[in-house]
């Protein structure tokens, strides 16, 4: 069984910072990519932010230089560092990762995190 944890989500004014982060646990082999979702309410989700176990990061453009991905291999954790947040960005957080076991790869999500940016 494979779990990822969110957290770091919050309550904070607009130009403020917040730090996700998203723990993988369970019987894990390898993890390939791992990134960041968010949905908005009576929007779809989007793609924020994603990462390759190389390091090799692709944004949306809405947070580009504004948001960064990273990733610690070591831990199997994800990191969203959030900077310069805007009104705009209160959405659930939701994390992936696309796991390896010994024998099968399936796509993983967390149960998501609240952001909320107040103007």
């Known amino acids: 069984q494979v779990q990822l944890v969110e957290s770091g989500g919050g309550l904070v004014q607009a130009g403020g910072s917040l730090r996700l982060s998203c723990a993988a646990s369970g019987s894990i082999f390898s993890i390939s990519a791992m990134g960041w979702y968010r949905q908005a309410p009576g929007k779809q989700r989007e793609l924020v932010a994603i990462?390759?176990?190389?390091?090799?990061?692709n944004y949306v453009d809405s947070v580009k230089g504004r948001f960064t991905i990273s990733r610690d291999n070591a831990k199997n954790t994800v990191y969203l560092q959030m900077n310069s947040l805007k009104p705009e960005d209160t959405a659930t957080y939701y994390c992936?990762?696309?796991?390896?076991?010994?024998?099968?790869?399936?796509?993983?999500w967390g149960q998501g995190t609240q952001v909320t940016v107040s103007s």
């Open positions: 990462i390759t176990s190389g390091g090799s990061a």
């Open positions: 992936t990762g696309r796991v390896s076991t010994e024998t099968y790869e399936l796509d993983y």
